[in-house]
């Protein structure tokens, strides 16, 4: 069977105070300011949406059985 790839993309939607840090690596999709209440306190932030992209390899059944064998981290 021939490899097969393909490219596709995940968005991740998060909470954070410090926005410069989370998006620095990350293409942003959407952001808007937010405040929440956290134990009583205000916390002014953003909501953040991130995409990435991510690459799925479809492993045919002979391929999964003919590979190799991971050895499992008995920890």
């Known amino acids: 069977m021939e490899f097969v790839e393909e490219g596709t ?7 954070c105070i410090d926005r410069k840090r989370h998006t620095r690596w990350a293409k942003v999709v959407k952001e808007e300011p937010k405040t929440i209440t956290v134990f009583g306190e205000e916390v002014k932030g953003w909501i953040i949406t991130t995409e990435e992209p991510v690459i799925d390899k479809t492993i045919s059944l002979a391929e999964s059985m003919e590979g190799l064998v991971i050895q499992q981290d008995n920890e």
């Open 9 to 15: 993309t995940r968005q991740h939607t998060f909470f």
